[in-house]
């Protein structure tokens, strides 16, 4: 059940591997409100990379945005056994969960040049 739930997630909301680093800096310090410059900062990345993240987070429910910024707070107890998962995942098999979250990444990148893929006679 854990490693379905971890999948799901992996598959809808975390997009790349800096999501899902993003994801866990902000779980385990998840009384701290971040702003955003300082996850830049903490990730060693940058604002074109961890922006991208914080919004896909947000729009899955796994992070809130306040007015100081952003803090870990799963929309439902399901997201947080989801969170959870992935983690524990992450933690025992990260080349495994690597693989997953770019193999999900293909699909997408697959599921876009398919849509503009023509059969003959379409021409």
Same mark, same amino acid.
């Given at each position: 059940?854990?490693? *379905?739930? $971890?999948?799901?997630?992996?598959?809808?909301?975390?997009?790349?591997?800096?999501? %899902? &680093? %993003?994801?866990?800096?902000?779980?385990?310090?998840? *009384?701290?409100?971040?702003? &955003? $410059?300082? %996850? #830049?900062? &903490?990730?060693?990345?940058?604002?074109?990379?961890?922006?991208?993240?914080?919004? +896909?987070?947000? +729009?899955?429910? %796994? #992070?809130? =945005?306040?007015?100081?910024?952003?803090? @870990?707070?799963?929309?439902?107890?399901?997201? &947080?056994?989801?969170?959870?998962?992935? =983690?524990?995942? @992450?933690? =025992?098999?990260?080349?495994?969960?690597?693989?997953?979250? #770019?193999? !999900?990444? /293909? /699909?997408?990148?697959?599921?876009?040049? /398919? !849509?503009?893929?023509?059969?003959?006679? *379409? /021409?």
């Amino acid at each position: 059940m854990t490693d *379905d739930l $971890a999948r799901a997630l992996i598959r809808t909301v975390i997009r790349s591997v800096w999501g %899902l &680093e %993003l994801l866990l800096l902000l779980r385990r310090q998840a *009384d701290r409100v971040w702003p &955003e $410059a300082a %996850l #830049v900062q &903490e990730l060693r990345a940058s604002a074109a990379i961890v922006a991208p993240c914080l919004r +896909q987070l947000v +729009q899955g429910g %796994l #992070v809130r =945005e306040e007015a100081a910024g952003f803090i @870990y707070g799963p929309a439902s107890p399901l997201l &947080e056994q989801a969170c959870a998962a992935v =983690e524990r995942a @992450y933690r =025992e098999r990260p080349v495994t969960i690597i693989n997953l979250i #770019v193999g !999900a990444s /293909d /699909d997408v990148v697959q599921g876009f040049a /398919d !849509a503009f893929r023509f059969k003959r006679g *379409d /021409d």
